[in-house]
T-cell receptor, first 114, second 113 residues
């Protein structure tokens, strides 16, 4: 595997379900990110982990819970979601060097909440 | 004022022409600027990064940065139908929580035969 991978690629879940999104980066980077992309809106940064420590939590509802067990893996745990949470969820990674923030994205998980 | 602004388009250019995509940003202290290409239903792909004023060329792509005017652009020469996509401008913006890569809403480019 190369680059950034995400599973599953598509997910349909009910509002009472619990599911998890997985991201893995094979680039040797030290920072990982979760973004939400909704139609006609800019990418919304949700969470940032640098060296496995959460450094950003952009006022995301508690029904989204991130986990970063090591520098290569990132999870997003989902529970009691709302229909407005339906979106493309993107994972990205970067190597923080000074002000360089070249982020590389995974293919995304298309989430539909019914 | 939005932190990163782009014209949503669509921008239509004929095949072989030069496509010019523009982006303005609000933080005068920004140091890092990126262009991503996103095909419909796919994730963003990094195509250019620029950190200094002036032009940076990579194949058919040229990024132009003018920090005094807070303006960054992407030129695509000899546009091809395969260049049809949404182009996202991303800028390193200083926020209350530190520096954050902030994305514009993107410009949709259509290259017509």
């Amino acid at each position: 595997e190369t680059g950034v991978t995400q599973t599953p690629r598509h997910l349909v879940m009910g509002m009472t379900n619990k599911k998890s999104l997985k991201c893995e980066q094979h680039l040797g980077h030290n920072a990982m990110y979760w973004y939400k992309q909704s139609a006609k809106k800019p990418l919304e940064l949700m969470f940032v982990y640098s060296l496995e420590e959460r450094v950003e939590n952009n006022s995301v509802p508690s029904r989204f819970s991130p986990e970063c067990p090591n520098s290569s893996h990132l999870f997003l745990h989902l529970h009691t979601l709302q229909p407005e949470d339906s979106a493309l969820y993107l994972c990205a990674s970067s190597q923080h060097t000074g002000t360089s923030y070249e982020q590389y994205f995974g293919p995304g998980t298309r989430l539909t909440v019914t | 004022q939005k932190e990163v602004e782009q014209n949503s388009g669509p921008l239509s250019v004929p095949e072989g022409a030069i496509a010019s995509l523009n982006c303005t940003y609000s933080d005068r202290g920004s140091q890092s600027f990126f262009w991503y290409r996103q095909y419909s239903g796919k994730s963003p792909e990094l195509i250019m990064s620029i950190y200094s004023n002036g032009d940076k060329e990579d194949g058919r792509f040229t990024a132009q940065l003018n920090k005094a005017s807070q303006y960054v652009s992407l030129l695509i020469r000899d546009s091809q139908p395969s260049d049809s996509a949404t182009y996202l401008c991303a800028v390193d913006i200083l926020t209350g929580g530190g520096n954050k890569l902030t994305f514009g809403t993107g410009t949709q480019l259509k290259v017509e035969l």
